[in-house]
Nanobody, 128 residues
Framework: QVQLVESGGGLVQAGASLRLSCAAS????????MGWFRQAPGKEREFLAA????????YYADSVKGRFTISRDNAKNTVYLQMSTLKPEDTAVYFC?????????????????????WGQGTQVTVSS
């Protein structure tokens, strides 16, 4: 089992940068694929970025490609989301999630349903 705790959210002005962190408990963090999602009030949870367990492959939603970067440090049991050129429409609660790969290696990174564990979320507010 994995417990996830996000941090690094806050209130920033448009154009600023933030780095979110997601710290995982347990020694098996390195085997999990990790994703970042966000949810704004009244909207569905939205995929942002994902990274495979070994860090070799990353995926991004078109809405954040070029502005957000996902990375992980398996030695620190942490996954990061570096966000730059933030916009008011980026305001949301940001969640990290962990997916335990199955034997097929298939990873539907964009779907919240494949993730087994979720953090509690961290609020990001971008003012104009």
């Amino acid at each position: 089992q994995v417990q996830l705790v996000e941090s690094g959210g806050g209130l920033v002005q448009a154009g600023a940068s933030l780095r979110l962190s997601c710290a995982a408990s347990g020694s098996t963090f390195r085997v999990y694929n990790m994703g970042w999602f966000r949810q704004a009030p009244g909207k569905e949870r939205e995929f942002l970025a994902a990274i495979r367990w070994n860090g070799c492959t990353t995926y991004y939603a078109d809405s954040v490609k070029g502005r957000f970067t996902i990375s992980r440090d398996n030695a620190k049991n942490t996954v990061y989301l570096q966000m730059s050129t933030l916009k008011p429409e980026d305001t949301a609660v940001y969640f990290c999630a962990a997916d335990l790969p199955d034997f097929t290696g298939t990873y539907k990174y964009f779907s919240s349903y494949v993730y087994d564990y979720w953090g509690q979320g961290t609020q990001v507010t971008v003012s104009s």
